[in-house]
């Protein structure tokens, strides 16, 4: 049997453990035994917790020695491509989840050391734009790297928008204001609750949480809005796709993106995305070149306010809905798996139509 061991940061419900999840239960089903471990107990571990994580990870590998590594995060993927190729591990498969300008200097040193070594066996962007950001590192590395764009299939709505409001108790006499994702510097969740009160009839759903949740609560009382915005914490994606059904806008002020999932998500669900100017999002939220969404400078709390305004509209969700069809078939979920089949099964054990997998020249 197919022995894989997943490697993850911490358990934040993020886009990166959606994914994790989505991979190892696909490869379950194919007959591969998958072990998921979270390097750190949570986003706020303490250095002796992450250097005990990191031994945990390094002794796991040492003891099933298994067929396939997947790191998905920068510091992952360093155990992966040292301590799997040390230890005989024949597949050292990475992903590209941050931009090398966020990621730490340490850990993006010997990223790039190590995959311009072919460390790794495949060195996997999930986006164009993600692409992009590594011109600059050596043509080894380069040469390395493969597109596997993400795949998904959103969470359904399972309730009427009365009854989920009523769940969480939220009264809307307004527009209801979603955004999905940890609270943190690069979700720039500040950013709305500043455009709050240019939009005096809005409620605020928060669906997530984070190191920042203490002092966005403050933020939302020093603003006088706090009566407006509503902090659910982590909930899960059946959770998550009830309230995107309840949702009048999702707004999405990220200050950078390899990918953008909880965007994509609302977007294929028919709901409005009022979301950062980034290239990453500007090419996932399009289809043939064309979409819907609108995009930003969400710095610009003005601006802001004045785009979800215009997405408050039974025209803007119209054709919103009307264009979810599409995104849908961009973002296949059966092809993103069948990729990871590829590069992980036997020959003999694959099933299915090649996967959404292509190779940029170096």
């Given amino acids: 049997m197919t022995r894989v061991l997943q490697l993850i940061h911490s358990d934040e419900n993020g886009g990166v453990e959606m994914l994790a ?56 993927s360093v155990i992966a491509g040292l301590a799997g190729r040390a230890f005989g591990c024949p597949k050292r498969i990475v992903h590209q989840t941050s931009k090398p300008s966020t ?16 460390f790794y066996t495949v060195n996997i962007a999930n986006s164009h734009a993600t692409l992009a950001e ?31 409001l009523a769940r969480y108790g939220i009264v809307a006499d307004g527009p209801v204001l979603l955004h999905a994702g940890r609270l943190n510097e690069q979700k720039a969740q500040h950013l709305i609750l500043a455009a709050l009160p240019q939009l005096p009839s809005a409620q605020l759903v928060l669906a997530g949480g984070g190191p920042l949740e203490a002092n966005y609560r403050q933020l939302a009382t020093t603003l006088g809005i706090e009566d407006r915005v509503h902090f659910l914490g982590f909930l899960d994606r059946a959770e998550v796709g009830d309230l995107m059904g309840a949702a009048d ?15 994509v998500e609302a977007a294929m669900l028919g709901v409005p995305v009022v979301c950062a100017d980034l290239p990453a999002l500007r090419e996932v939220l399009a289809v043939d070149g ?51 089949r590829d590069m992980i099964l036997p020959a003999p054990q694959r099933t299915g139509q090649p996967g959404k997998t292509r190779v940029p020249s170096a």
């Fill in 290 to 340: 064309k979409t819907i969404a609108q995009f930003v400078d969400c710095a610009d709390t003005a601006k802001l306010a004045e785009a979800i305004r215009s997405a408050i509209t039974p025209d803007s969700a119209a054709k919103a809905r009307v264009f979810s069809p599409g995104l849908r078939a961009k973002h296949s979920q059966a092809a993103m798996l069948q990729a990871y």
């Fill in 21 to 76: 999840r989505l991979i190892g239960n696909d490869l379950q089903s194919a007959g591969v035994s998958v072990q998921t471990l979270f390097l750190y107990p949570s986003f706020s571990a303490s250095m002796l917790a992450k250097v005990q994580g990191l031994g945990k990870a390094c002794l796991l590998i040492v003891q099933n020695r298994p067929d396939a590594l997947l790191a998905y995060q920068p510091t992952a």
């Fill in 103 to 118: 990621t730490h200097r340490v850990s993006r040193w010997l990223d790039k050391w190590l995959g311009s070594r072919r």
């Fill in 134 to 164: 590594f011109d600059a590192y050596p043509a080894a590395y380069r040469a390395n790297l493969t597109l596997i764009e993400h795949g998904i299939e959103p969470p359904e709505p399972r309730s009427t928008r009365p009854s989920t």
């Fill in 249 to 263: 806008v999702f707004v999405f002020p990220s200050v950078w993106e390899t990918f953008g999932l909880a965007a």
